[in-house]
């Protein structure tokens, strides 16, 4: 199995960044973003089932972060508008296979805000 992720960087505050995930090598009920600070622990950015439609954000990124996939491929997209410096963290992309509560890890991309 492999996560393979794209789209970190350095950015103000205010600005946006799109995170891409493309994973291959198995089939995955969910894909989705989390993230970890400094000092913090990792933490649930937003999800997506792969098979359908429904998502789920945490309530620090809610109207502001859109999580979207491929129909047919396992790539998702973090669209991140009016970030804030709190936002600050690495990302890792991750998919899970229901059965067996397996969990697959990127390597993390690194998305600094400035203020």
């Known amino acids: 199995v492999q996560l393979v992720e794209s789209g970190g960087g350095l950015v103000q505050a205010g600005g946006s960044l799109r995170l891409s995930c493309a994973a291959s090598g198995s089939t995955f009920n969910s894909m989705g973003w989390y993230r970890q600070a400094p000092g913090k622990q990792r933490e649930l950015v937003a999800n997506i089932i792969t098979g359908g439609v429904r998502t789920n954000y945490a309530d620090s990124v809610k109207g502001r972060f859109t999580i979207s996939r491929d129909n047919g491929k396992y790539t998702i997209y973090l669209q991140m508008n009016s970030l804030k410096p709190e936002d600050t963290a690495v990302y890792y992309c991750?998919?899970?296979?229901?059965?067996?509560?397996?969990?697959?890890w990127g390597k993390g991309t690194l998305v600094t805000v400035s203020s």
């Open positions: 991750n998919a899970r296979i229901w059965f067996g509560g397996i969990d697959y």
